[in-house]
Protein backbone atom coordinates (compact mmCIF):
# COMPACT_ATOMS: atom_id res chain seq x y z
CA UNK A 1 0.00 0.00 0.00
CA UNK A 2 1.00 3.59 -0.56
CA UNK A 3 0.07 6.78 1.34
CA UNK A 4 0.53 10.01 0.34
CA UNK A 5 0.03 12.63 3.44
CA UNK A 6 -0.62 16.47 3.37
CA UNK A 7 -0.75 16.78 0.06
CA UNK A 8 -2.78 19.56 -2.21
CA UNK A 9 -5.39 17.63 -3.66
CA UNK A 10 -6.44 19.05 -7.28
CA UNK A 11 -8.82 15.95 -8.44
CA UNK A 12 -9.24 16.89 -11.81
CA UNK A 13 -13.40 18.15 -11.32
CA UNK A 14 -12.57 21.83 -11.39
CA UNK A 15 -13.54 22.13 -7.83
CA UNK A 16 -11.40 24.14 -5.43
CA UNK A 17 -7.61 22.26 -3.85
CA UNK A 18 -7.70 21.00 -0.59
CA UNK A 19 -5.16 19.61 1.78
CA UNK A 20 -5.67 16.11 2.52
CA UNK A 21 -4.01 12.41 2.23
CA UNK A 22 -4.49 9.77 -0.29
CA UNK A 23 -4.78 6.22 0.36
CA UNK A 24 -3.45 3.57 -2.42
CA UNK A 25 -4.02 -0.28 -2.29
CA UNK A 26 -2.88 -2.32 -5.67
CA UNK A 27 -4.05 -0.33 -8.49
CA UNK A 28 -7.05 1.56 -7.24
CA UNK A 29 -7.44 4.80 -4.66
CA UNK A 30 -9.01 3.14 -1.93
CA UNK A 31 -9.46 6.62 0.29
CA UNK A 32 -8.95 10.37 0.38
CA UNK A 33 -9.45 11.44 3.89
CA UNK A 34 -7.26 13.68 6.64
CA UNK A 35 -4.60 12.59 8.96
CA UNK A 36 -4.61 8.83 7.92
CA UNK A 37 -2.30 6.55 10.16
CA UNK A 38 0.40 4.79 9.12
CA UNK A 39 -0.04 0.91 9.02
CA UNK A 40 2.85 -1.92 8.77
CA UNK A 41 4.98 -2.25 5.46
CA UNK A 42 3.04 0.77 3.95
CA UNK A 43 4.81 3.10 2.01
CA UNK A 44 4.75 7.19 2.96
CA UNK A 45 5.45 9.98 0.85
CA UNK A 46 5.39 13.28 2.66
CA UNK A 47 3.60 15.46 0.48
CA UNK A 48 3.56 18.78 2.05
CA UNK A 49 4.85 21.60 -0.02
CA UNK A 50 3.27 19.35 -2.78
CA UNK A 51 0.16 19.26 -5.70
CA UNK A 52 -1.73 15.65 -6.47
CA UNK A 53 -3.36 15.71 -9.21
CA UNK A 54 -4.72 12.70 -11.49
CA UNK A 55 -2.41 11.85 -14.24
CA UNK A 56 -2.68 13.96 -17.56
CA UNK A 57 -3.95 12.42 -20.85
CA UNK A 58 -2.26 12.87 -24.17
CA UNK A 59 -5.29 12.83 -26.65
CA UNK A 60 -2.70 12.70 -29.78
CA UNK A 61 -0.13 10.48 -29.63
CA UNK A 62 1.98 8.90 -31.89
CA UNK A 63 4.06 6.50 -30.56
CA UNK A 64 2.13 3.75 -32.36
CA UNK A 65 2.76 5.53 -35.59
CA UNK A 66 6.58 4.95 -35.10
CA UNK A 67 6.13 1.78 -33.23
CA UNK A 68 8.48 3.39 -30.16
CA UNK A 69 5.47 1.69 -28.08
CA UNK A 70 7.30 -1.44 -29.03
CA UNK A 71 11.20 -0.42 -29.43
CA UNK A 72 11.48 2.34 -26.48
CA UNK A 73 8.16 0.43 -24.21
CA UNK A 74 8.94 2.68 -21.10
CA UNK A 75 7.79 6.21 -22.76
CA UNK A 76 9.96 7.59 -20.18
CA UNK A 77 9.56 11.17 -22.43
CA UNK A 78 5.64 11.55 -21.32
CA UNK A 79 5.74 9.99 -17.97
CA UNK A 80 8.75 12.96 -17.03
CA UNK A 81 6.32 15.22 -17.98
CA UNK A 82 2.91 13.62 -16.09
CA UNK A 83 1.27 11.73 -18.90
CA UNK A 84 -0.17 8.16 -17.74
CA UNK A 85 -2.59 7.63 -20.41
CA UNK A 86 -1.59 8.24 -23.94
CA UNK A 87 -4.26 7.55 -27.28
CA UNK A 88 -3.25 6.45 -30.71
CA UNK A 89 -4.65 5.60 -33.83
CA UNK A 90 -4.54 8.94 -35.16
CA UNK A 91 -4.98 10.51 -38.36
CA UNK A 92 -6.62 7.46 -39.65
CA UNK A 93 -3.68 4.83 -39.05
CA UNK A 94 -3.94 2.81 -36.00
CA UNK A 95 -2.21 -0.63 -35.31
CA UNK A 96 -5.56 -2.62 -35.59
CA UNK A 97 -7.93 -4.33 -36.99
CA UNK A 98 -5.84 -5.86 -39.44
CA UNK A 99 -7.46 -8.34 -41.84
CA UNK A 100 -4.01 -9.58 -43.30
CA UNK A 101 -1.29 -8.66 -40.67
CA UNK A 102 -0.35 -6.01 -42.64
CA UNK A 103 1.06 -2.38 -40.93
CA UNK A 104 0.42 -0.79 -44.42
CA UNK A 105 -1.25 2.40 -42.91
CA UNK A 106 1.89 3.48 -40.87
CA UNK A 107 4.51 3.03 -43.44
CA UNK A 108 4.54 6.68 -43.95
CA UNK A 109 6.20 7.41 -40.40
CA UNK A 110 7.73 4.17 -39.38
CA UNK A 111 9.85 0.71 -41.47
CA UNK A 112 6.97 -2.01 -40.39
CA UNK A 113 9.36 -4.49 -42.16
CA UNK A 114 11.23 -6.16 -38.94
CA UNK A 115 7.95 -5.83 -36.73
CA UNK A 116 6.84 -9.42 -35.61
CA UNK A 117 2.88 -8.46 -36.34
CA UNK A 118 1.56 -11.33 -34.33
CA UNK A 119 -2.25 -9.38 -33.34
CA UNK A 120 -5.04 -9.24 -35.91
CA UNK A 121 -7.79 -7.82 -33.43
CA UNK A 122 -7.58 -4.60 -30.88
CA UNK A 123 -7.86 -7.52 -28.16
CA UNK A 124 -5.03 -8.92 -29.87
CA UNK A 125 -2.84 -5.79 -30.19
CA UNK A 126 -3.61 -4.93 -25.98
CA UNK A 127 -2.78 -8.29 -25.00
CA UNK A 128 0.37 -8.01 -26.90
CA UNK A 129 1.46 -4.70 -25.15
CA UNK A 130 0.57 -6.28 -22.13
CA UNK A 131 3.29 -8.62 -22.81
CA UNK A 132 6.17 -6.33 -23.96
CA UNK A 133 5.31 -4.07 -20.70
CA UNK A 134 4.18 -0.75 -22.12
CA UNK A 135 4.78 1.62 -19.27
CA UNK A 136 2.08 3.85 -19.82
CA UNK A 137 -1.55 2.92 -20.38
CA UNK A 138 -2.21 3.57 -24.29
CA UNK A 139 -5.99 3.90 -25.45
CA UNK A 140 -6.77 3.57 -29.51
CA UNK A 141 -9.44 5.06 -32.35
CA UNK A 142 -9.58 2.72 -35.01
CA UNK A 143 -7.85 4.29 -38.25
CA UNK A 144 -9.74 4.42 -41.37
CA UNK A 145 -7.02 4.37 -43.48
CA UNK A 146 -6.17 0.76 -41.73
CA UNK A 147 -9.53 -0.83 -42.90
CA UNK A 148 -9.47 0.67 -46.00
CA UNK A 149 -6.69 0.12 -47.64
CA UNK A 150 -6.77 -3.70 -46.23
CA UNK A 151 -10.30 -3.73 -48.67
CA UNK A 152 -9.37 -1.55 -51.25
CA UNK A 153 -5.59 -1.50 -51.20
CA UNK A 154 -4.11 2.16 -52.78
CA UNK A 155 -6.78 2.83 -55.14
CA UNK A 156 -8.22 6.00 -54.76
CA UNK A 157 -11.74 5.11 -55.75
CA UNK A 158 -15.15 4.75 -53.82
CA UNK A 159 -15.76 1.47 -51.66
CA UNK A 160 -18.63 -1.08 -53.06
CA UNK A 161 -21.66 -1.40 -50.96
CA UNK A 162 -20.47 -5.20 -49.66
CA UNK A 163 -17.10 -3.27 -48.79
CA UNK A 164 -18.70 -1.02 -46.71
CA UNK A 165 -20.93 -3.33 -45.10
CA UNK A 166 -17.56 -5.03 -44.39
CA UNK A 167 -16.34 -2.26 -43.21
CA UNK A 168 -19.08 -1.29 -40.47
CA UNK A 169 -18.86 -5.15 -39.44
CA UNK A 170 -14.95 -4.51 -38.47
CA UNK A 171 -15.58 -1.60 -37.02
CA UNK A 172 -18.31 -2.46 -34.73
CA UNK A 173 -16.27 -5.55 -33.53
CA UNK A 174 -13.37 -2.86 -33.11
CA UNK A 175 -15.53 -0.98 -30.67
CA UNK A 176 -16.65 -3.66 -28.75
CA UNK A 177 -13.09 -5.02 -28.18
CA UNK A 178 -12.09 -1.15 -26.31
CA UNK A 179 -11.77 1.16 -29.38
CA UNK A 180 -12.33 4.52 -28.68
CA UNK A 181 -13.87 5.45 -32.38
CA UNK A 182 -12.88 6.26 -36.04
CA UNK A 183 -10.10 8.15 -36.96
CA UNK A 184 -9.57 10.13 -40.39
CA UNK A 185 -6.16 11.51 -41.76
CA UNK A 186 -8.19 13.50 -44.98
CA UNK A 187 -5.21 15.81 -45.39
CA UNK A 188 -3.39 12.67 -46.40
CA UNK A 189 -3.20 12.06 -50.25
CA UNK A 190 -4.51 8.84 -50.08
CA UNK A 191 -7.73 9.73 -48.10
CA UNK A 192 -8.10 13.05 -49.44
CA UNK A 193 -10.75 12.19 -51.86
CA UNK A 194 -12.76 10.35 -49.73
CA UNK A 195 -16.41 10.90 -50.26
CA UNK A 196 -18.23 12.73 -47.53
CA UNK A 197 -21.19 9.90 -47.70
CA UNK A 198 -19.29 7.09 -47.47
CA UNK A 199 -17.41 8.45 -43.97
CA UNK A 200 -20.90 9.84 -42.81
CA UNK A 201 -22.05 6.03 -43.01
CA UNK A 202 -19.07 4.96 -40.50
CA UNK A 203 -19.32 8.04 -38.19
CA UNK A 204 -22.84 7.21 -37.83
CA UNK A 205 -22.20 3.87 -36.13
CA UNK A 206 -19.68 5.90 -33.78
CA UNK A 207 -22.45 8.17 -32.78
CA UNK A 208 -25.22 5.00 -32.42
CA UNK A 209 -22.24 3.32 -30.13
CA UNK A 210 -21.34 7.02 -28.49
CA UNK A 211 -17.81 7.08 -29.54
CA UNK A 212 -15.53 9.32 -30.46
CA UNK A 213 -14.78 10.48 -34.52
CA UNK A 214 -11.37 12.48 -34.60
CA UNK A 215 -10.70 14.29 -38.08
CA UNK A 216 -7.27 15.19 -39.56
CA UNK A 217 -8.96 18.18 -41.99
CA UNK A 218 -8.95 17.71 -45.62
CA UNK A 219 -7.07 21.45 -45.54
CA UNK A 220 -5.45 23.11 -42.60
CA UNK A 221 -4.23 26.10 -44.66
CA UNK A 222 -5.98 28.09 -47.33
CA UNK A 223 -8.96 25.98 -47.50
CA UNK A 224 -9.10 25.66 -43.59
CA UNK A 225 -12.95 26.66 -43.34
CA UNK A 226 -14.31 24.34 -45.98
CA UNK A 227 -13.10 21.58 -44.14
CA UNK A 228 -14.52 22.91 -40.80
CA UNK A 229 -17.69 23.27 -42.11
CA UNK A 230 -17.35 20.05 -43.44
CA UNK A 231 -16.82 18.42 -40.12
CA UNK A 232 -19.27 20.41 -38.62
CA UNK A 233 -21.90 19.33 -41.03
CA UNK A 234 -20.60 15.70 -40.16
CA UNK A 235 -21.56 16.06 -36.52
CA UNK A 236 -24.48 17.90 -36.89
CA UNK A 237 -26.13 15.27 -38.86
CA UNK A 238 -25.08 12.08 -37.17
CA UNK A 239 -24.68 13.35 -33.61
CA UNK A 240 -21.44 11.83 -33.53
CA UNK A 241 -19.08 13.62 -30.52
CA UNK A 242 -16.23 14.88 -32.88
CA UNK A 243 -12.93 16.13 -31.97
CA UNK A 244 -10.40 17.93 -35.12
CA UNK A 245 -6.73 16.65 -34.87
CA UNK A 246 -3.95 19.15 -34.23
CA UNK A 247 -6.32 22.32 -34.76
CA UNK A 248 -3.30 24.90 -35.25
CA UNK A 249 -3.07 28.58 -36.80
CA UNK A 250 -0.53 28.65 -39.25
CA UNK A 251 1.34 32.41 -39.70
CA UNK A 252 0.33 32.64 -42.96
CA UNK A 253 -3.39 31.77 -42.88
CA UNK A 254 -4.59 33.48 -40.15
CA UNK A 255 -7.66 35.05 -41.45
CA UNK A 256 -8.33 31.91 -42.90
CA UNK A 257 -8.15 30.31 -39.16
CA UNK A 258 -10.07 33.27 -37.62
CA UNK A 259 -12.81 32.47 -39.70
CA UNK A 260 -12.64 28.57 -39.16
CA UNK A 261 -12.67 28.74 -35.39
CA UNK A 262 -15.67 31.85 -35.76
CA UNK A 263 -17.86 28.49 -37.82
CA UNK A 264 -16.58 26.19 -34.29
CA UNK A 265 -17.97 29.15 -32.00
CA UNK A 266 -21.17 29.60 -33.58
CA UNK A 267 -21.87 26.38 -34.01
CA UNK A 268 -21.54 25.40 -30.56
CA UNK A 269 -25.17 25.05 -29.76
CA UNK A 270 -26.12 22.21 -32.39
CA UNK A 271 -23.02 20.50 -32.95
CA UNK A 272 -20.59 18.58 -30.54
CA UNK A 273 -17.15 19.77 -32.39
CA UNK A 274 -13.56 19.82 -30.29
CA UNK A 275 -9.76 20.15 -31.00
CA UNK A 276 -6.93 19.14 -30.01
CA UNK A 277 -4.09 21.36 -29.83
CA UNK A 278 -0.60 21.82 -28.28
CA UNK A 279 1.49 24.69 -27.18
CA UNK A 280 3.94 24.66 -29.40
CA UNK A 281 4.66 27.00 -32.59
CA UNK A 282 6.79 24.36 -33.82
CA UNK A 283 4.89 21.92 -36.76
CA UNK A 284 6.62 18.04 -36.89
CA UNK A 285 6.13 16.69 -40.25
CA UNK A 286 7.64 13.64 -42.76
CA UNK A 287 9.65 14.85 -44.87
CA UNK A 288 8.06 13.64 -47.57
CA UNK A 289 4.95 16.26 -46.90
CA UNK A 290 6.91 18.82 -48.57
CA UNK A 291 7.09 16.73 -52.00
CA UNK A 292 3.98 17.76 -54.35
CA UNK A 293 1.17 16.29 -54.35
CA UNK A 294 1.47 14.29 -57.20
CA UNK A 295 4.84 12.80 -56.34
CA UNK A 296 3.69 11.92 -53.10
CA UNK A 297 2.49 7.97 -52.42
CA UNK A 298 1.70 5.57 -49.53
CA UNK A 299 4.51 3.15 -51.13
CA UNK A 300 8.18 4.46 -50.20
CA UNK A 301 9.69 2.86 -53.34
CA UNK A 302 7.51 4.82 -55.55
CA UNK A 303 8.32 8.38 -54.15
CA UNK A 304 11.80 7.25 -53.69
CA UNK A 305 11.72 6.56 -57.55
CA UNK A 306 9.70 9.94 -58.46
CA UNK A 307 12.77 12.04 -56.93
CA UNK A 308 15.61 9.15 -58.84
CA UNK A 309 13.41 9.76 -62.11
CA UNK A 310 15.32 12.38 -64.20
CA UNK A 311 11.78 14.00 -65.82
CA UNK A 312 10.27 13.90 -62.71
CA UNK A 313 12.74 14.64 -60.37
CA UNK A 314 13.24 18.31 -62.52
CA UNK A 315 9.99 19.46 -61.99
CA UNK A 316 9.95 17.99 -58.10
CA UNK A 317 12.88 20.49 -57.64
CA UNK A 318 11.39 23.56 -59.70
CA UNK A 319 8.52 22.74 -56.99
CA UNK A 320 10.67 22.67 -53.97
CA UNK A 321 12.36 25.67 -54.79
CA UNK A 322 8.97 27.68 -54.38
CA UNK A 323 9.15 27.27 -50.50
CA UNK A 324 10.61 28.94 -48.07
CA UNK A 325 13.22 26.39 -46.41
CA UNK A 326 14.94 29.21 -43.81
CA UNK A 327 13.16 27.91 -40.87
CA UNK A 328 13.26 24.15 -41.58
CA UNK A 329 15.41 21.99 -38.36
CA UNK A 330 15.72 18.06 -38.78
CA UNK A 331 14.60 16.15 -36.09
CA UNK A 332 14.26 12.66 -36.51
CA UNK A 333 16.95 10.78 -39.19
CA UNK A 334 16.73 7.49 -38.87
CA UNK A 335 19.90 7.03 -37.92
CA UNK A 336 22.17 9.96 -39.01
CA UNK A 337 22.46 11.45 -35.71
CA UNK A 338 25.26 13.97 -36.71
CA UNK A 339 21.98 16.17 -38.27
CA UNK A 340 19.68 16.06 -35.02
CA UNK A 341 18.71 19.75 -34.60
CA UNK A 342 20.46 21.48 -37.23
CA UNK A 343 18.78 23.39 -39.91
CA UNK A 344 18.48 22.12 -43.51
CA UNK A 345 20.17 26.03 -44.73
CA UNK A 346 22.87 24.97 -42.55
CA UNK A 347 23.65 21.55 -43.43
CA UNK A 348 23.39 22.32 -46.99
CA UNK A 349 25.69 25.41 -46.55
CA UNK A 350 28.76 23.41 -44.88
CA UNK A 351 28.06 20.27 -47.23
CA UNK A 352 28.05 23.09 -49.93
CA UNK A 353 25.19 21.70 -51.68
CA UNK A 354 21.73 23.13 -52.84
CA UNK A 355 19.36 22.94 -50.41
CA UNK A 356 16.51 21.36 -52.27
CA UNK A 357 19.30 18.68 -53.42
CA UNK A 358 20.07 18.05 -49.53
CA UNK A 359 16.68 17.31 -48.99
CA UNK A 360 16.37 14.97 -52.06
CA UNK A 361 18.82 13.47 -50.81
CA UNK A 362 17.85 12.97 -47.03
CA UNK A 363 14.28 11.46 -48.07
CA UNK A 364 16.40 8.86 -50.23
CA UNK A 365 18.82 7.50 -47.40
CA UNK A 366 16.15 8.43 -44.45
CA UNK A 367 13.78 6.16 -47.19
CA UNK A 368 11.05 9.17 -46.37
CA UNK A 369 11.31 8.17 -42.58
CA UNK A 370 12.84 11.88 -41.52
CA UNK A 371 11.39 14.04 -39.57
CA UNK A 372 11.59 18.24 -40.00
CA UNK A 373 9.95 20.97 -37.61
CA UNK A 374 9.19 24.46 -38.77
CA UNK A 375 8.05 27.37 -37.06
CA UNK A 376 5.06 28.12 -38.74
CA UNK A 377 2.07 28.46 -35.87
CA UNK A 378 0.88 32.05 -35.14
CA UNK A 379 1.87 32.16 -31.09
CA UNK A 380 -0.69 35.11 -30.56
CA UNK A 381 -3.52 33.14 -31.73
CA UNK A 382 -2.08 29.87 -30.25
CA UNK A 383 -2.58 31.66 -26.62
CA UNK A 384 -6.10 31.46 -26.60
CA UNK A 385 -6.38 28.28 -28.32
CA UNK A 386 -5.11 26.91 -25.48
CA UNK A 387 -7.17 28.26 -22.96
CA UNK A 388 -10.52 27.56 -25.32
CA UNK A 389 -13.67 26.03 -23.98
CA UNK A 390 -13.26 23.47 -26.66
CA UNK A 391 -9.68 22.83 -26.54
CA UNK A 392 -7.97 19.62 -25.33
CA UNK A 393 -4.55 19.02 -25.28
CA UNK A 394 -2.36 16.38 -27.53
CA UNK A 395 1.28 16.03 -28.16
CA UNK A 396 0.66 15.20 -31.90
CA UNK A 397 3.97 13.30 -31.18
CA UNK A 398 5.97 10.14 -30.66
CA UNK A 399 8.14 9.70 -27.33
CA UNK A 400 10.60 12.80 -29.16
CA UNK A 401 8.11 14.84 -27.14
CA UNK A 402 9.46 16.02 -23.63
CA UNK A 403 7.58 18.92 -22.30
CA UNK A 404 4.11 19.52 -24.16
CA UNK A 405 1.93 19.10 -20.67
CA UNK A 406 4.29 20.58 -18.42
CA UNK A 407 4.88 23.57 -21.20
CA UNK A 408 1.04 23.86 -21.28
CA UNK A 409 0.62 23.99 -17.69
CA UNK A 410 3.57 26.94 -17.36
CA UNK A 411 2.05 29.07 -19.84
CA UNK A 412 -1.53 28.73 -18.63
CA UNK A 413 -0.76 29.50 -15.55
CA UNK A 414 0.82 32.36 -16.15
CA UNK A 415 -2.05 33.29 -17.55
CA UNK A 416 -4.20 33.84 -14.48
CA UNK A 417 -5.77 30.42 -15.01
CA UNK A 418 -6.69 28.72 -11.83
CA UNK A 419 -4.25 25.44 -11.01
CA UNK A 420 -7.77 23.22 -11.01
CA UNK A 421 -9.07 24.29 -14.21
CA UNK A 422 -6.15 23.86 -16.08
CA UNK A 423 -5.86 20.22 -14.70
CA UNK A 424 -9.41 19.30 -15.88
CA UNK A 425 -7.88 20.49 -19.41
CA UNK A 426 -5.93 17.19 -18.90
CA UNK A 427 -7.59 14.93 -17.27
CA UNK A 428 -11.07 14.36 -16.37
CA UNK A 429 -11.83 16.30 -19.42
CA UNK A 430 -10.42 14.20 -21.82
CA UNK A 431 -11.34 11.04 -19.53
CA UNK A 432 -15.20 11.42 -20.04
CA UNK A 433 -15.29 12.47 -23.83
CA UNK A 434 -13.03 9.04 -24.80
CA UNK A 435 -15.13 7.17 -22.25
CA UNK A 436 -11.84 6.42 -20.38
CA UNK A 437 -13.72 4.25 -17.10
CA UNK A 438 -12.38 5.19 -13.82
CA UNK A 439 -9.49 7.32 -14.98
CA UNK A 440 -8.97 11.41 -14.83
CA UNK A 441 -10.20 12.03 -11.63
CA UNK A 442 -8.77 11.21 -7.76
CA UNK A 443 -11.92 9.33 -6.71
CA UNK A 444 -12.36 6.33 -4.86
CA UNK A 445 -12.09 3.00 -6.56
CA UNK A 446 -10.42 4.77 -9.70
CA UNK A 447 -7.20 3.58 -10.91
CA UNK A 448 -4.25 5.60 -9.37
CA UNK A 449 -2.55 7.53 -12.00
CA UNK A 450 -1.64 10.12 -10.07
CA UNK A 451 0.98 13.22 -10.42
CA UNK A 452 2.93 15.03 -7.79
CA UNK A 453 3.94 18.48 -8.12
CA UNK A 454 6.09 21.04 -6.45
CA UNK A 455 6.36 24.65 -8.25
CA UNK A 456 4.29 23.26 -10.76
CA UNK A 457 7.00 20.56 -11.69
CA UNK A 458 6.03 17.52 -12.05
CA UNK A 459 8.35 15.60 -8.97
CA UNK A 460 6.37 12.08 -8.95
CA UNK A 461 4.60 10.10 -10.91
CA UNK A 462 2.41 7.14 -9.88
CA UNK A 463 1.11 4.54 -12.64
CA UNK A 464 -1.40 2.00 -11.80
CA UNK A 465 -0.53 2.35 -8.17
CA UNK A 466 2.96 2.12 -8.80
CA UNK A 467 5.81 4.87 -7.29
CA UNK A 468 8.01 5.18 -11.28
CA UNK A 469 10.12 7.88 -9.21
Known amino acids: ?196 NEIKRFVSLIAKREKVYASYLRNEKEDICRSVEETLRLSRETGAKTIISHFRPFKKYKKEFNKSLNLIEKSLIDSNVYFDVNPF ?83 RTSRMKAMLVSKDVDPDLLLPLLMHSRAFIGSNSSDLSFSTFTKYLEIVLKQGISIESAIKKITSFPAQFFGLKNRGLIKEGYFADLVLLKDNKVKNVILNGRNLF
Not at 43 to 49: A, H, K
Not at 155 to 180: H, M, P, Q, V, Y
Not at 304 to 321: M, T
Not at 352 to 360: N, P, Q, Y
Open 281 to 363: TDVIFPIFTILPYWAQNENVEVMIDNIKNFEKRKIIINELKKIDLSGLTIVDTRGQDILLGKSVLEISQKREIDAVLFLLELM
Open 1 to 196: MLLIKQVQIVDGSGDKPFIGDVLIAGQKISAIGNNFSKKKDEEVIDGFGMIITPGFIDVNNTSDHHLSIFTNPDQKNFIKQGVTTIIGGQCGSSLAPLMYGSLTSINRWANTDKTNVDWISIKELLRVLDRVKLGINFETLIGYSTIRKDLAGSEIRDLTESEIEIFINILDKALSEGGLGLSTGLGFLDSKFTPY
